[in-house]
């Protein structure tokens, strides 16, 4: 599926406010992918995916300007793995 992005946490990987990403329908990821979670049920937010000792979850903006996000890895849904982008012009 396609969803279009607002706000500009991952711009150093080049995927800007506006941009469309392309979403594979999964709910598990690897360390480092680039996902669509669901917070706490209710917050969507698009991020890379770690998962740090302790049962926590690491969100990673690519904005250095932003902070990561760690969130219970029960408060943590993952609904899709992005593995493309769209932009018009």
């Known amino acids: ?17 506006g941009d469309f990403v392309i979403v594979e329908d999964r709910k598990t990821a690897e360390a480092g992918e680039m996902v669509i979670a669901l917070l706490r049920g209710s917050d969507v ?3 890379k995916f770690y998962r740090d000792p302790g049962g926590m979850v690491r969100l990673q903006p690519a904005n250095a300007a932003m902070q990561p996000l760690f ?10 793995v ?3 982008v769209m ?3």
């Open 71 to 80: 969130v219970e890895a029960d408060q943590v849904q993952i609904q899709g």
């Open 82 to 84: 992005v593995v493309g």
């Open 45 to 47: 937010t698009l991020k």
């Open 1 to 17: 599926y396609v969803l279009r992005v607002r706000g500009d946490s991952m711009i150093d990987e080049q995927i800007r406010d």
């Open 87 to 89: 932009r018009k012009y």
